[in-house]
């Protein structure tokens, strides 16, 4: 036998600190075999048994659990603008970039951005390679299969170049059909698991993707206002360099849906919405739109300095019409066309007490039915 002495220590019942269940193990184990296996470990923040933790060395939320994590980073970002930074819209973890991040979720950057229609990088890493600040900046063709000057193009007839780009664009367009991400279709979104309301909500967010509040949310009120407004300001100028013909043909098209024919014959499916502004003491604007916004609709410029009173969705664009041409009948002898400064030549309602404008209003919005009948019975005059 050896000389040297030896130790038995007998295991003990424990009580395991992940699952709470009693187990036989060494007196200094605190989880049993199973909370091991599975990876249990303490959150160093909140000190809860988590089958998952993270390190964060920004923060120094070493060892913490996601519900630690998300909440230091909302900490952290709170301070910064939204421009510099992108919220994970699965658990609301923040960061200058969430790539490696979603991958706790099991998750590519493609398939995060095909089920939210969002990247997975803030708008300042975008805009670092915008414009001059992309490699490919101005360059003229070279980098680009669909352009003649495309440097793989070098050593082909310039015949047999036209049929690459044509074949080139006809496989692209093929290929985003036969795997349904065209992302401006409404059967982008229902495909992947959409409700039909929730797809067309998804398509108009997709569709608005220069708004005042977009640009707001991004570059804080004075900068947003700045950037739309130059937007605006150079969409303005490339429209009036073009030919009057091309003008027309393009006011054409914008126009052609939201006709008076149209909205009396209740042939259009867009949405709609009612809104009241009060543009002075007893002066009143009630009018319709498609825009989701009021300042998409007028510009901040112009809204900025009155009050929107009422801003609200109906049923669609017919049944906003309905409601404006109903309410007008009953002020019919108080509305007048005028010059209002920036609304320009526009029909307001003069010397009546917008309390009583709503008070009808609020007797229109409790009864389609109402609306509807009033409506025909005064299309027949």
Not at 174 to 195: A, Q, V
Not at 266 to 282: A, C, P, R
Not at 335 to 362: M, P
């Amino acid at each position: 036998m050896s000389s040297k002495s030896i130790y038995r220590v007998s295991n003990h019942i424990r009580i395991c600190e992940a699952c709470q269940k009693e187990f036989e193990g060494h007196f200094n184990s605190k989880m049993c075999g199973e909370c091991k296996s599975l990876g249990y470990e303490k959150c160093s923040k909140c000190r809860e048994y988590v089958t998952h933790t993270f390190n964060h060395e920004k923060s120094g939320t070493y060892g913490a659990c996601l519900k630690c994590m998300v909440a230091a980073t909302h900490e952290i970002y709170s301070h910064h603008n939204t421009y510099e930074w992108i919220e994970c819209m699965v658990c609301g973890f923040r960061s200058g970039d969430v790539s490696a991040h979603i991958k706790i979720h099991n998750m590519t950057a493609k398939e995060y951005k095909e089920k939210y229609n969002k990247g997975v990088k803030p708008q300042k890493a975008i805009d670092r390679f915008k414009g001059e600040n992309n490699p490919g900046y101005r360059h003229g063709g070279k980098l680009s299969p669909f352009s003649k000057k495309y440097i793989k193009y070098s050593n082909i007839l310039e015949s047999e170049v036209e049929d690459r780009i044509k074949r080139t664009k006809a496989n692209v367009i093929k290929t985003r059909e036969d795997n349904n991400s065209i992302t401006t279709r409404l059967e982008y979104y229902t495909s992947r698991g959409y409700s039909e309301e929730d797809a067309k909500i998804a398509l108009k967010k997709r569709q608005s993707s220069f708004t005042l509040e977009k640009c707001i949310e991004k570059y804080g009120e004075v900068g947003g206002v700045a950037r739309w407004k130059e937007r605006q300001r150079k969409w303005q100028e490339t429209l009036r360099s073009k030919p009057q013909e091309e003008i027309e043909e393009i006011n054409k098209r914008k126009s052609h849906k939201m006709t008076y024919e149209n909205l009396y014959n209740h042939s259009l499916d867009d949405d709609g919405y009612f809104y009241v502004i009060k543009l002075d003491d007893n002066v009143t604007k009630i009018g319709i739109t498609t825009k989701d916004s009021i300042y998409d609709r007028y510009g901040y410029s112009t809204i900025e300095k009155v009050d929107v009173v009422v801003f609200r969705e109906m049923d669609d664009i017919n049944h906003a019409f309905m409601v404006e041409q109903v309410l007008k009948r009953f002020y019919s002898n108080k509305i007048k066309k005028c010059d209002y400064g920036k609304f320009g030549w526009t029909e307001i309602i003069h010397d009546t007490n917008i309390k009583d404008i709503l008070k009808s209003l609020s007797i229109l919005l409790e009864d389609k039915n109402s609306v509807n009948k009033l409506f025909e019975y005064y299309l027949d005059k």
